[in-house]
């Protein structure tokens, strides 16, 4: 009797050291950290200043400055995975120092925005943009003045580093009225990084994840609508405005969200083009500054 009740002991005893050397072992369970919150809303302040430069075929004209602002604000919704549907405007506008009936004193943009976009963690992708709006010279709004730009440009995973993009923008005042785009963008490492996408690309070195410097182009211009002028070549006439330049920038994030970026550079070349209208009016070479504030609410 004494030998069964003893062994019973031991086992009971044995059971708990054993229970008590699992739990210790185990420890205690961590913490996983939390998901980075979807964006919610995305507004973003654009202005450049180019110095005053002469028009080519028009020398009598004198110099011509530009100042270039951009308002843009999205509600940004997700749809699945890392796929977005941003809804917003676009509010641009360059104005010019110096005008008559050929070269306007200003010209605006007011364009609603549907956007199709990808987003990786810290920016959002297009693949698929629409931007109907107004697009127009002065003051003059008509009927002619609305426009519909469309945007296609998906990208192709090649491996983790390397994605390759491709597509067309799509414009009925624009010329050529379909135009191709396509770029690579390639994480070289940690520290470089090379993203020769239309219209900004630029060549990058990231010494940390609040810092960016690099060497950055910028073909960028839009199509608008002309108002009344006394010169059938320009009247109601559908103007294009394009730059060509470069410079060197910084990124600065101080906060995740929260970004200032800034370019010092070279306009190599800005032109007036009146479509199927008249000559196109090449602007000489000047130096500018750019200065870009993006905010994203999570």
Do not use: H
Request: proline fraction near 7%; charged fraction near 20%; hydrophobic fraction near 40%.
């Amino acid at each position: 009797m004494k030998k069964p009740l003893l062994l019973c002991c031991v086992l009971l005893v044995a059971k708990w050291v054993l229970a008590g050397e699992t739990e210790t072992i185990q420890g205690p369970t961590p913490i996983t950290a939390s998901p980075t919150p979807d964006p919610s809303w995305s507004f973003e302040a654009t202005t450049s200043y180019t110095s005053g430069a002469r028009i080519m075929k028009a020398g009598y004209f004198g110099s011509q400055a530009v100042v270039e602002y951009e308002l843009q604000v999205y509600k940004d919704i997700k749809l699945f995975q890392n796929y977005f549907l941003q809804l917003g405007f676009d509010l641009e506008r360059f104005n010019f120092s110096r005008s008559n009936s050929f070269f306007p004193y200003a010209m605006t943009s007011l364009a609603g925005e549907l956007v199709f976009a990808y987003w990786d963690g810290d920016d959002f992708y297009p693949v698929l943009r629409f931007e109907p709006g107004l697009y127009y010279t002065r003051a003059y709004i008509t009927k002619n003045s609305f426009d519909v730009p469309i945007r296609f440009t998906p990208g192709l995973k090649l491996n983790d580093n390397l994605y390759v993009i491709g597509g067309f923008s799509l414009d009925v005042y624009s010329n050529p009225i379909v135009f191709p785009v396509a770029g690579v963008n390639w994480k070289i490492n940690d520290q470089w990084n090379l993203r020769a996408v239309f219209p900004r690309p630029r060549f990058s070195y990231i010494p940390n994840k609040k810092w960016e410097f690099f060497v950055q182009g910028d073909l960028n211009g839009d199509s608008f609508r002309n108002g009344p002028t006394n010169y059938r070549f320009t009247n109601n006439a559908v103007l294009q405005y394009y730059y060509y330049r470069a410079g060197l920038g910084f990124n600065y994030e101080p906060v995740k969200g929260f970004e200032i970026e800034a370019v010092a550079g070279w306009s190599f070349k800005s032109e007036y083009d009146y479509i199927r209208a008249g000559p196109i009016y090449d602007v000489k070479p000047a130096p500018y500054v750019w200065l870009d504030l993006k905010w994203t609410v999570f």
